[in-house]
């Protein structure tokens, strides 16, 4: 598979928030195909509000949001939902649907009028499942699965899509370490694999410093945005949170909770 590394998303100058209220301002950063980046922060700091601008769900205040070189409103619906595709933290309209029946609908924005799946839109969804393991669970419905299964689900959904550009909101919430690790390894062989930009909002620091290519922390009133290296070198973590509660050790890239 040849590697089209161009800048896919490009975000310059951006304000976010709603209506009147800008929740972060100054945002800049960009991200290609076949990475992996997390935008990360304390509680409040405007992540999620972030990603939804993003995926166009709501206005930017300020700046351009970029893709493929393209300004985002420049997209219609359909346009935007054949390169962007989404995973939220609301629960899914109905969990009475079955595995295979929801990752079908990642492939909305291509079929016709009547909704037929044509032998791409099938392979697609094959493929999916797949890349998530998800064979033994096609039959079942999504209220039967556990938290991390009907994660994958959501994301084999967003892989469907086939866009080049995957956005996902606190993928890891409700999930123990174990599945934690196991989910953001799997983004980052997604973004290798099939050569996506993914990029996802998280708590999980240390995780996202491991895993990531890039990463941006917003921490107003100086958001930081590069390689985990550079921001390890930049002092950016040491930062986040009060030095008498928490330190960050640069050497072994890890909070410690001071006693």
Not at 92 to 100: E, F
Not at 117 to 137: F, V, W, Y
Not at 164 to 175: A, G, K, R, V
């Amino acid at each position: 598979m040849s590697k089209d590394k161009r800048i896919t998303l490009s975000v310059k100058n951006v304000s976010v928030g709603y209506k009147n209220t800008v929740v972060a301002k100054d945002i800049n950063f960009e991200i290609s195909r076949g990475e992996l980046m997390s935008i990360i922060g304390i509680n409040g700091v405007g992540k999620s509000t972030l990603l939804r601008t993003l995926a166009n769900i709501h206005a930017k205040l300020a700046g351009s949001i970029l893709i493929n070189e393209e300004a985002i409103e420049n997209y219609n619906a359909f346009e935007l939902s054949t390169l962007v595709s989404v995973v939220l933290t609301e629960p899914i309209a109905s969990k009475n649907l079955t595995v295979q029946e929801l990752v079908a609908l990642g492939r909305q924005p291509y079929t016709n009028w009547i909704g037929k799946l044509s032998r791409t839109d099938i392979s697609k969804i094959t493929e999916a499942i797949r890349l998530l393991e998800l064979e033994n669970l096609t039959h079942k419905k999504c209220y039967q699965l556990s938290d991390g299964q009907l994660q994958r689900v959501l994301i084999a959904r967003a892989i469907a899509q086939d866009t080049s550009i995957i956005l996902l909101d606190e993928p890891t919430t409700h999930l123990d370490l174990y599945h934690k690790v196991q989910l953001l390894k799997l983004l980052k062989f997604i973004a290798k694999q099939t050569n996506k930009a993914v990029l996802f909002t998280s708590h999980e620091i240390e995780m996202a410093i491991q895993l990531c290519d890039k990463m941006l922390l917003l921490n107003p009133p100086k958001h930081y945005f590069g390689s985990p290296k550079k921001l390890i070198a930049a002092k950016a973590f040491e930062q986040l949170f009060p030095t008498e509660v928490v330190s960050f050790d640069a050497q072994t890239a890890s909070f410690h909770i001071e006693k």
